[in-house]
T-cell receptor, first 115, second 116 residues
Framework: GDSVTQMEGPVTLSEEAFLTINCTYT??????LFWYVQYPGEGLQLLLK?????DKGSNKGFEATYRKETTSFHLEKGSVQVSDSAVYFC??????????????FGQGTILTVHP | GEEVAQTPKHLVRGEGQKAKLYCAPI?????VFWYQQVLKNEFKFLIS????????ETGMPKERFSAKCLPNSPCSLEIQATKLEDSAVYFC??????????????FGDGTRLSIL
Protein backbone atom coordinates (compact mmCIF):
# COMPACT_ATOMS: atom_id res chain seq x y z
CA GLY A 1 0.00 0.00 0.00
CA ASP A 2 0.89 3.67 -0.15
CA SER A 3 3.20 4.96 2.57
CA VAL A 4 5.18 8.00 3.69
CA THR A 5 8.42 7.85 5.64
CA GLN A 6 9.83 10.88 7.44
CA MET A 7 13.15 11.31 9.13
CA GLU A 8 13.14 10.40 12.78
CA GLY A 9 12.95 13.26 15.20
CA PRO A 10 13.04 15.16 17.30
CA VAL A 11 15.08 17.80 15.52
CA THR A 12 16.59 20.53 17.68
CA LEU A 13 18.12 23.61 16.07
CA SER A 14 19.34 27.03 17.03
CA GLU A 15 17.59 30.08 15.61
CA GLU A 16 18.74 30.97 12.06
CA ALA A 17 20.01 27.45 11.39
CA PHE A 18 19.22 25.60 8.15
CA LEU A 19 16.44 23.02 8.31
CA THR A 20 15.94 19.86 6.32
CA ILE A 21 13.29 17.26 7.11
CA ASN A 22 13.49 14.27 4.81
CA CYS A 23 10.38 12.65 3.36
CA THR A 24 10.14 9.74 0.96
CA TYR A 25 7.04 8.00 -0.31
CA THR A 26 5.68 4.90 -1.97
CA UNK A 27 2.51 5.34 -3.98
CA UNK A 28 0.51 4.13 -6.94
CA UNK A 29 0.64 6.44 -9.91
CA UNK A 30 1.48 10.09 -9.42
CA UNK A 31 0.43 11.33 -6.01
CA UNK A 32 -0.07 14.87 -4.84
CA LEU A 33 2.31 15.70 -1.99
CA PHE A 34 1.77 17.94 1.01
CA TRP A 35 3.50 19.26 4.09
CA TYR A 36 1.28 20.05 7.07
CA VAL A 37 2.35 21.70 10.32
CA GLN A 38 0.81 21.24 13.75
CA TYR A 39 1.57 23.86 16.39
CA PRO A 40 1.13 22.84 20.04
CA GLY A 41 -2.52 22.33 20.91
CA GLU A 42 -3.73 23.19 17.42
CA GLY A 43 -4.98 21.42 14.32
CA LEU A 44 -3.12 20.76 11.12
CA GLN A 45 -2.32 23.65 8.83
CA LEU A 46 -1.37 23.17 5.22
CA LEU A 47 2.16 24.47 4.78
CA LEU A 48 2.75 23.74 1.10
CA LYS A 49 1.91 21.33 -1.69
CA UNK A 50 3.12 20.01 -5.04
CA UNK A 51 1.01 18.11 -7.50
CA UNK A 52 3.41 16.94 -10.19
CA UNK A 53 7.04 16.03 -10.71
CA UNK A 54 9.56 18.89 -10.36
CA ASP A 55 6.94 21.21 -8.85
CA LYS A 56 8.28 23.30 -5.96
CA GLY A 57 5.89 24.20 -3.19
CA SER A 58 6.79 27.17 -1.00
CA ASN A 59 5.30 29.14 1.86
CA LYS A 60 6.60 31.20 4.82
CA GLY A 61 10.21 30.55 3.81
CA PHE A 62 9.70 26.79 3.62
CA GLU A 63 10.04 24.93 0.36
CA ALA A 64 9.92 21.37 -0.96
CA THR A 65 10.45 19.95 -4.45
CA TYR A 66 8.56 16.94 -5.82
CA ARG A 67 11.28 14.52 -6.95
CA LYS A 68 9.76 11.63 -8.84
CA GLU A 69 13.08 9.93 -9.56
CA THR A 70 13.91 9.66 -5.86
CA THR A 71 10.27 9.58 -4.65
CA SER A 72 11.09 12.35 -2.22
CA PHE A 73 9.62 15.63 -0.99
CA HIS A 74 12.13 17.01 1.51
CA LEU A 75 11.19 20.12 3.48
CA GLU A 76 13.77 22.91 3.76
CA LYS A 77 14.07 26.34 5.30
CA GLY A 78 17.12 28.51 5.14
CA SER A 79 16.82 30.19 8.54
CA VAL A 80 14.47 28.85 11.19
CA GLN A 81 12.82 30.90 13.93
CA VAL A 82 11.66 29.95 17.41
CA SER A 83 8.09 30.29 16.12
CA ASP A 84 8.72 27.41 13.68
CA SER A 85 8.77 24.96 16.59
CA ALA A 86 6.01 22.48 15.78
CA VAL A 87 5.35 18.99 14.43
CA TYR A 88 5.71 18.64 10.66
CA PHE A 89 3.85 15.99 8.67
CA CYS A 90 4.54 14.88 5.13
CA UNK A 91 1.47 13.43 3.39
CA UNK A 92 0.17 12.25 0.05
CA UNK A 93 -3.04 11.60 -1.83
CA UNK A 94 -2.77 9.24 -4.73
CA UNK A 95 -4.94 8.86 -7.81
CA UNK A 96 -5.24 5.15 -7.11
CA UNK A 97 -4.11 2.59 -4.58
CA UNK A 98 -4.69 2.74 -0.86
CA UNK A 99 -4.40 6.54 -0.65
CA UNK A 100 -7.15 7.20 -3.18
CA UNK A 101 -9.32 9.92 -1.76
CA UNK A 102 -7.61 10.18 1.61
CA UNK A 103 -4.38 11.49 3.08
CA UNK A 104 -1.64 9.09 4.04
CA PHE A 105 0.63 10.71 6.61
CA GLY A 106 4.18 10.20 7.68
CA GLN A 107 4.85 9.74 11.36
CA GLY A 108 5.59 13.42 11.99
CA THR A 109 8.84 15.15 12.91
CA ILE A 110 9.04 17.29 16.03
CA LEU A 111 11.07 20.45 15.48
CA THR A 112 12.30 22.54 18.39
CA VAL A 113 14.12 25.81 17.71
CA HIS A 114 16.07 27.45 20.54
CA PRO A 115 16.91 31.18 20.70
CA GLY B 1 -17.70 29.59 7.23
CA GLU B 2 -14.10 30.00 6.25
CA GLU B 3 -12.79 27.45 8.70
CA VAL B 4 -13.60 23.90 9.64
CA ALA B 5 -15.32 24.13 13.00
CA GLN B 6 -15.17 21.20 15.38
CA THR B 7 -17.05 20.90 18.66
CA PRO B 8 -16.50 20.28 21.44
CA LYS B 9 -12.78 20.96 21.90
CA HIS B 10 -12.56 18.49 24.75
CA LEU B 11 -14.86 15.61 25.64
CA VAL B 12 -14.52 13.36 28.67
CA ARG B 13 -16.49 10.14 28.95
CA GLY B 14 -16.48 7.13 31.20
CA GLU B 15 -15.75 3.80 29.61
CA GLY B 16 -18.93 2.41 28.06
CA GLN B 17 -20.57 5.78 27.55
CA LYS B 18 -21.45 7.32 24.21
CA ALA B 19 -19.44 10.13 22.63
CA LYS B 20 -20.59 12.39 19.81
CA LEU B 21 -18.36 14.81 17.94
CA TYR B 22 -19.40 17.49 15.46
CA CYS B 23 -17.84 19.11 12.42
CA ALA B 24 -18.98 22.00 10.24
CA PRO B 25 -16.97 21.98 6.99
CA ILE B 26 -15.94 25.07 5.07
CA UNK B 27 -18.87 26.45 3.11
CA UNK B 28 -18.80 25.21 -0.46
CA UNK B 29 -16.65 22.17 0.29
CA UNK B 30 -18.20 18.93 -0.91
CA UNK B 31 -15.96 16.44 0.87
CA VAL B 32 -15.57 15.79 4.58
CA PHE B 33 -12.97 13.52 6.15
CA TRP B 34 -12.51 12.20 9.69
CA TYR B 35 -9.08 11.21 11.04
CA GLN B 36 -8.00 9.88 14.42
CA GLN B 37 -4.67 11.00 15.88
CA VAL B 38 -3.34 8.65 18.51
CA LEU B 39 -0.11 8.45 20.49
CA LYS B 40 3.14 9.37 18.76
CA ASN B 41 1.30 11.55 16.26
CA GLU B 42 0.01 8.69 14.12
CA PHE B 43 -2.96 9.65 11.94
CA LYS B 44 -5.55 7.08 11.00
CA PHE B 45 -8.19 7.71 8.33
CA LEU B 46 -11.69 6.81 9.48
CA ILE B 47 -14.31 7.85 6.91
CA SER B 48 -15.05 10.35 4.15
CA UNK B 49 -18.23 11.83 2.72
CA UNK B 50 -19.16 13.39 -0.58
CA UNK B 51 -21.93 15.72 0.49
CA UNK B 52 -24.24 13.49 2.55
CA UNK B 53 -23.08 10.24 0.98
CA UNK B 54 -20.43 7.98 2.45
CA UNK B 55 -17.47 7.94 0.03
CA UNK B 56 -15.00 5.70 1.85
CA GLU B 57 -15.55 4.04 5.21
CA THR B 58 -12.70 1.56 5.11
CA GLY B 59 -11.12 2.98 8.26
CA MET B 60 -14.17 2.83 10.48
CA PRO B 61 -14.41 0.28 13.31
CA LYS B 62 -17.94 -0.65 12.31
CA GLU B 63 -19.06 -2.19 15.57
CA ARG B 64 -19.13 1.03 17.59
CA PHE B 65 -18.34 3.93 15.27
CA SER B 66 -20.85 5.67 13.03
CA ALA B 67 -20.89 8.96 11.17
CA LYS B 68 -23.32 11.14 9.26
CA CYS B 69 -23.34 14.26 7.13
CA LEU B 70 -26.91 15.48 6.72
CA PRO B 71 -28.00 18.51 4.71
CA ASN B 72 -28.02 21.78 6.65
CA SER B 73 -26.50 20.16 9.75
CA PRO B 74 -22.97 19.70 11.06
CA CYS B 75 -21.43 16.33 10.29
CA SER B 76 -21.14 14.00 13.28
CA LEU B 77 -18.99 11.11 14.46
CA GLU B 78 -20.51 8.94 17.16
CA ILE B 79 -18.84 6.29 19.25
CA GLN B 80 -21.05 3.88 21.16
CA ALA B 81 -19.81 2.03 24.24
CA THR B 82 -16.48 3.84 24.32
CA LYS B 83 -13.28 2.04 25.24
CA LEU B 84 -10.05 3.33 26.74
CA GLU B 85 -8.33 2.85 23.37
CA ASP B 86 -10.73 5.39 21.78
CA SER B 87 -8.89 8.16 23.62
CA ALA B 88 -7.40 10.30 20.87
CA VAL B 89 -7.76 13.59 19.05
CA TYR B 90 -10.34 13.36 16.27
CA PHE B 91 -9.81 15.69 13.34
CA CYS B 92 -12.28 16.68 10.68
CA UNK B 93 -11.14 18.05 7.33
CA UNK B 94 -12.92 19.31 4.25
CA UNK B 95 -11.98 19.92 0.64
CA UNK B 96 -13.59 21.38 -2.44
CA UNK B 97 -13.16 18.14 -4.30
CA UNK B 98 -12.04 14.80 -3.07
CA UNK B 99 -10.84 11.51 -4.32
CA UNK B 100 -7.51 11.60 -6.04
CA UNK B 101 -7.60 15.33 -6.58
CA UNK B 102 -4.86 17.79 -5.78
CA UNK B 103 -7.13 19.94 -3.67
CA UNK B 104 -5.74 20.17 -0.15
CA UNK B 105 -7.76 19.15 2.84
CA UNK B 106 -8.35 21.87 5.42
CA PHE B 107 -8.39 20.71 9.02
CA GLY B 108 -10.27 21.79 12.10
CA ASP B 109 -8.61 22.14 15.50
CA GLY B 110 -9.77 18.70 16.56
CA THR B 111 -11.75 17.24 19.45
CA ARG B 112 -9.71 15.66 22.24
CA LEU B 113 -11.64 12.65 23.50
CA SER B 114 -10.60 11.25 26.86
CA ILE B 115 -12.08 7.96 28.04
CA LEU B 116 -11.72 7.36 31.76
Amino acid sequence: GDSVTQMEGPVTLSEEAFLTINCTYTATGYPSLFWYVQYPGEGLQLLLKATKADDKGSNKGFEATYRKETTSFHLEKGSVQVSDSAVYFCALISAGGTSYGKLTFGQGTILTVHP
Amino acid sequence: GEEVAQTPKHLVRGEGQKAKLYCAPIKGHSYVFWYQQVLKNEFKFLISFQNENVFDETGMPKERFSAKCLPNSPCSLEIQATKLEDSAVYFCASSQSGAGSNQPQHFGDGTRLSIL
